[in-house]
């Protein structure tokens, strides 16, 4: 049956539809928009209403030690605090719907539309994470393959650092591939180790089943570039959040967060309904210690 937006109930319709649809697109497309499997890796805060940044603070390492009767214990240093602000951003998507492409089910349009709506919502969410990875502890080189030896390497260092595993790492689908060929596994092995894909092969990433050296892995190709030599910026991240991201709340009410906020607009010049998309958050690096940013040649 076709449909049109003729009455308020029709766009009514539409806007719950796209909504719904963008916000599974989203959390299927994403490691660290809501709903996505890396998003519990960074600490998050709900803004408040008319505020746009706040203040993560973190402290410093303490240290235990063995204690001997009547002697007084060596103080093992006050808590620190170091704070680093973090600010929300708006982001916008907008979808057009021209009056022929409305000239069918509901359900198709608002699946066509919310599907795009959210993958360039998610992605856009992994890009502004990842673009922080060079920020983290420095680990691995330009100047040779992604092996196991870096990954062993990041996973001491955050250990030697008192960050807590399981450990998460987000490599590129060549550093991928380099370490497959070092450990002579292949993808989509039956045997259930490593090397075996978990889910989300369709998707933006993938990811992996059973963990190497201490490390889970996740294999995305929006892990961003190091170098003019299209060298990656992978990165391992640790149990205590390296990135703090903070959300906004709805900005007309102040109830519950701000995201994928989605309104029609006809722009009658277009002949056309736009759909958009809004979404207001930030992502910062809290504490660059508690991630390591594994350099790896690309050579693909």
């Known amino acids: 049956m076709a449909f049109q937006l003729t009455t308020q109930s029709d766009i009514s319709a539409l806007t719950i539809s796209l909504t719904e649809h963008s916000l599974s697109s989203l959390q299927n497309e ?3 928009a809501p709903g996505g499997p890396l998003f519990g890796l960074m600490q998050t805060k709900d803004l408040p209403l008319g505020s746009k940044s706040d203040q ?3 402290m410093n390492s303490q240290t235990a030690y063995g204690a001997t009767d009547g002697v007084d214990v060596v103080t093992s240093g006050k808590l620190s605090p170091s704070g680093t602000a973090v600010t929300a951003a708006e982001v916008v998507c907008i979808v057009t719907l021209t009056d022929y ?5 509901i359900d198709s349009l608002s699946g066509h539309a919310g599907k795009e709506i959210g993958f360039a919502m998610g992605n856009k969410w992994d890009l502004d994470v990842m673009a922080l990875f060079a920020s983290l502890t420095a680990g691995g080189s330009t100047t040779y393959d992604l092996d196991i030896l870096d990954i062993q390497t990041a996973v001491q260092a955050l250990y030697v650092a008192k960050h807590p595993g399981p450990y998460w790492s987000i490599i590129h689908p060549s550093c991928w591939q380099h370490l497959l060929a070092e450990t002579s596994m292949t993808i989509g092995s039956s045997s259930g180790g490593f090397g075996t894909i978990e889910e989300n092969i369709m998707g933006s990433y993938w990811q992996i089943a059973s963990p190497l050296m201490g490390s889970y892995f996740m294999v995305s190709n929006n892990v961003p570039s190091a170098t003019l030599g299209a060298d990656r910026s992978n990165a391992m991240l640790g149990r205590d959040p390296a990135i703090g991201c903070v959300i906004q709340t709805e900005p ?3 109830s519950g967060r701000w995201l994928n906020r ?14 958009v998309c809004s979404s207001s958050y930030g ?6 210690t508690a991630g390591i940013n594994v350099l790896a040649d690309y050579e693909a």
Do not use: Y
Not at 263 to 270: C, F, G, I, K, R
Not at 283 to 288: L, R, T, Y
């Open 30 to 32: 994403s490691m660290f």
């Open 101 to 105: 492409g409305q000239a069918g089910s």
């Open 56 to 58: 993560f603070n973190r």
């Open 262 to 275: 989605i309104n029609l607009q006809v722009d009658e010049s277009l002949r056309a309904t736009e759909a």
């Open 283 to 288: 992502v910062g690096v809290i504490d660059s």
């Open 252 to 254: 007309r009410s102040g």
